[in-house]
């Protein structure tokens, strides 16, 4: 939350320092931020332009997997036949702290043909309906995808 903060500040300041506040401004302040502070902390591990771009990939991963989704939900709804395969299944959780748990649920909740049903009380599994896979092992593995992007910012 400090290198946001910071990361905004020096977006500020190099609009100022260039004596307009623009768009174009403030997005090279920022990236001349983002550079600094990748320097700074290029030696930690868990640092704040990996998590930034880590974000960025989860954000295109999930249109990704939201256009995808779409479409195979469109597949079913204008199918003479459809054949779908509603299942209930049960993905085992990595991820640990309640926010990144929230995510994961709002995420694929968010995804057309799933739902996220809860949690269990140990934390360790999420149960979700899925209704556009017809193998359960491909299903479980687009929820745990979405996961590991999520891994890659928070926990």
């Known amino acids: 939350m400090l290198e946001l903060l910071i990361m905004i500040s020096m977006s500020l300041l190099w609009s100022l320092?260039?004596?307009e506040?623009?768009?174009f401004?403030?997005?090279v302040g920022a990236a001349f931020s983002l550079f600094l502070l990748g320097v700074i902390q290029r030696e930690q591990e868990d640092n704040f332009v990996s998590r930034f771009f880590a974000v960025l990939h989860f954000v295109y991963r999930f249109f990704v997997e939201l256009f995808m989704a779409n479409f195979a939900i469109?597949?079913?709804a204008f199918a003479l036949k459809p054949k779908f395969?509603?299942?209930v299944i049960a993905v085992p959780l990595r991820l640990e702290s309640d926010a990144a748990i929230a995510l994961l649920a709002a995420t694929i909740t968010l995804l057309p043909g799933t739902v996220a049903?809860?949690?269990s009380e140990?934390?360790?599994l999420l149960y979700a309906h899925a209704i556009g896979e017809a193998d359960i092992a491909k299903?479980?593995?687009s929820v745990s995808r979405i996961e590991t992007l999520i891994l890659g910012f928070m926990n």
Request: charged share 25%.
């Open 25 to 27: 401004n403030l997005t």
């Open 117 to 119: 049903m809860g949690v």
């Open 122 to 124: 140990d934390k360790k």
């Open 17 to 19: 320092f260039l004596g």
């Open 21 to 23: 506040l623009s768009l």
């Open 74 to 76: 469109a597949k079913l």
């Open 139 to 141: 299903a479980k593995d």
């Open 85 to 87: 395969s509603p299942h």
